[in-house]
């Protein structure tokens, strides 16, 4: 059935009242598709469908709910049904979701929620943001190095029902050190009188609380993990991260990364959901750097006068380049920074290989220069002149100004692209932030420089 | 152990010629990181060290080499070793492999496989690049609804161990029909004479052969799955596609939009190991077609040389102004634009919200424009004048043509990098095309064109 007769249906049912009907057809949905359904409710219509939903997954459906909407259902049901509800939630979904809300809402869920899970959530929330600690949740199954395969599947079937996952056991001595891990797979696959520690893995791959989630990411891609343990200081275990918050880690900082590259300040907010004053509030600060760069880019055109007002429709024809002159260093600094911070970010391309990344620039800067080169030559000369009523002041010798400003322009352009990101990964700054607004501002500048100079040589203005 | 101090002993050993430690050493050690070590490995050495890895691995090795050390790895060893090595192979690596593969080696491979295995690859090199089909497995468990939770267990058992997931089980009718999935968690927790129909979801998400990898991501995120089953035309099981290599599709998804939003023609090659001439010929064929737009940019400069040429220094402020109204503009098509598809990349966005966009993006416009305008009106009357010889040309009507045509500059740029990537999208275009270098040419044109108007008209040049 398409979505929109599913949700076409579930409204009918609500409208008419038939809560039984309702709820059965939602037991026939998946938690997302339910969460995604209540998104279009309002909020008296959300808290009777709420009510509604089969109490084993309410929970899950909460989880999958927008922040808007949690909040908008906390704050319309009782103490007791939020501690149900905090209760069923995994811990790295409660902190999430807490992380989320005004502290009002903190502070009312925390009260009515038990000692043992608050102090828990409360030790989360401490974490720092974006850090692997932060990430994790502590539903995973812990064994010890001598219980045999048998004992184990005893202990996955009395336990396993609230672990976030059972397939990979991770396996720790007396005082709880991560000793070695063991999918699941190869211990079904054992006989059952194995000892764990047999056929565990030795050299487990894990992370530290205190890890940026963006390392963890990378780890996690690296390996192909579908889950990464978590140590603390003292290289003990407290925690599990899953694949699927890493999917979610991976789409949330390179949404970051394409925001900072478009002169964004990075925001956790969907487009269509935040106000129009936040949005600008995100866009103006970056603008105005850039404007105020640019009032040097107006200086050096204010200095060269002279060139601009040359006679004989040279000074127009040489104006009339400046647009595609900037345009083209900005696109050509675009291509080579936005290649330099993929690959950083990737971890294809280190600061080690700085000079290797210069010298391919280099080249590719003196290919792709010399194509523009001849097509810019040849046009200035030849085509220019048929939309001027006095094209005779269009020499070889103008065009080749304009040419050769280009081919300096593209150098500059790629060897620039090239190096600002990499010198912000050195001075420990986001290389996305020198993405093409930011290298365009700059190279304008220093193109027209090259192109007056060029013009003044040339030309003997 | 340091990742450069691993590396430094193993060479020693390979060096010293002692292989028996070497492959001790390497039995320590994670496939991937092994991989990686061969990759600093001539052909030589790579072939050796190939032939000292655990047989057990060596294929899982492989799966993680570069696609330049396969090629190398696979010319040089015998028919023999080929046939093992793809018969350890998952399928969909083996694709993957050969895939990338120039045609000899694909021959030369193809014909060392025994026919079925050679079959089954050649179907799935029939699949359309991208699709679903050519992404899946076909090693999967699938089984019948009436089987109980111990006879599965116990077919898991003897067929499992070749199988790329045992987590999820499928289950089909007779006719291959996917009628349910089954999470191995939720069996293993059933009693051992539990049916699996009683115990299955019966609607399951999947996707079909010819899907777009695309799509595949989406419904894999949407629904945090950690396998998705394939079907084909008369929606028979088929295969199934695992997270981790979801996880590549939306990395090489991102990537390629990275590049298109920066006028790259997308590759797949990792930038360091391209050579300067295809960098090149990725970045030209965009650079030549917005370099023929901004002809027609140069062109409004043309048309309107009277106000460029305006006396008194006013022709000089005007033209010197010119960056920072292109840069602007461009800056904020790019903000406005990389929202935009970032949102539809992510289905934050869709089509019918067109209108809602571009009301949202009319009013940041405005909010943004105004605090421009005022910055650029100050700006250009008091700060402007500083750096003449003969600022008393800088009346508050040039500044007002400045801000009002930077206020028009932006409320185009942010209409435009609103609406076009929606546009493309409408047009089964990819809106990535649509992004900074693009929207930035067209600004530039309506920009100058609004900036020359307003002059006119205000200064009555």
Redesign the interface.
Known sequence: MEWEAIQKRLNDLLEKGRHGELRGAMM???E?DIAQYMEGLDKEKLLLVFRILPKDISADVFSYMSDEQKQTLIESIGDQEIRALIDDMFLDDAVDFLEEMPSSVVRRVLQTTDTEKRNLINQFLRYPDNSAGSLMTIEYLEFFSDVTVRGA?DI??RE??DKE???TLYIVDSTHHLIGTLA??RM??ASEDTVLSDIMDR?P?FVHTLDDQEKVAEVV????L?AIPVVDKEDRLVGIIT??DI?DV??EE??ED??K????TPSDD???KTS??K??LN??P???V??II??F???I??QY?DV??ATGSV???L??????L???G???G??S???????LS?G??TLK?FF??LW?EF??AV??GA??FV??LF?VKF??PL??EDGSGITWAVAFVVAAALFGTIMLAKALGCAMPMLAKRLKLDPALMA??MI??VV?MSS?FIYFSIAKAVLKI
Chains 1, 2 share one sequence.
């Open positions: 026939m949905l998946n997302v599947m996955i079937r396993g029902l996952t059972i397939y699941l797979r079904i696959l050299n791959v891609r690296h390996y192909d579908m694949a699927d999917m991976i789409e390179t949404t394409f925001e590259m478009a002169a964004l969907e487009y269509l129009p004053f949005l600008a866009r103006i970056w603008l105005l850039m404007a640019a009032i880019t107006g200086l055109i204010t006068e601009l007002q000074g127009i024809i104006t009339s380049c400046i647009p595609m900037m345009d083209t900005g696109n050509c675009a291509q920074s936005t290649l330099i911070i993929r690959g990737l294809q391309i290989d290797k990344a391919k080249r590719v290919i792709v194509v523009l097509f810019t046009r085509i220019n939309f001027m093409s607004p365009t501002t304008d027209l």
